[in-house]
């Protein structure tokens, strides 16, 4: 497995949020949102076939956060979304000046398995979210 950075396309987007039954994305829309990621994140299997995806948002100094964390159900349970969130927590860290203190987000669902899959990578429940410190 391979987690390819800034390489996500809006139909591989797509893909991946009909894989899980999220509502249907406009694709100019989604192109518009891919642009403007902090990165994207893409999961592919050693015969590229598409397993997962995040994106990193926010405004490269103070604040970063995880959305539309997805593994296509017929690879989830593999680790990919581990990898995934492992590459991200990477890419802030290359992102960042080193006297820089961030903060990473995650938005996570309300239920408690959802809650403590995050919290395995070291994300602490905030008021608003999961959130991780980056020194
Ligand atoms: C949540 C999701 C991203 C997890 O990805 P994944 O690649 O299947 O997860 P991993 O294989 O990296 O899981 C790592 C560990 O967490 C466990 N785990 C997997 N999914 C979990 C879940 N939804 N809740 C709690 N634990 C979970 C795994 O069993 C594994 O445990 P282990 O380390 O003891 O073997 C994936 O299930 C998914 O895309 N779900 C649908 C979309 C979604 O809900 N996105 C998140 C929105 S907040």
Redesign the pocket.
């Known amino acids: 497995m391979k987690v390819k950075v800034n390489q996500l396309t809006a139909t591989d987007f797509i893909s991946l949020t009909d894989s899980?039954g999220w509502l249907p994305l406009p694709e100019e829309q989604v192109k518009h949102a891919l642009a403007r990621s902090v990165a994207t994140f893409a999961a592919f299997d050693d015969e590229d076939n598409l397993m997962?995806m995040a994106r990193l948002l926010g405004d490269g100094a103070f604040i970063f956060y995880i959305e539309d964390?997805?593994?296509n159900?017929k690879?989830?349970?593999?680790?990919?979304?581990?990898?995934i969130i492992e590459k991200s927590i990477e890419t802030v860290k290359e992102m960042k000046h080193p006297d820089w203190f961030v903060t990473l987000d995650?938005?996570?669902?309300p239920?408690p398995?959802?809650i403590?899959?995050y919290e395995?990578f070291g994300f602490k429940q905030g008021a608003n979210g999961m959130m991780m410190d980056i020194n």
């Open positions: 899980v997962g964390m997805i593994v159900p690879f989830q349970n593999q680790h990919v979304g581990t990898a995650v938005m996570s669902d239920e398995e959802t403590s899959y395995k």
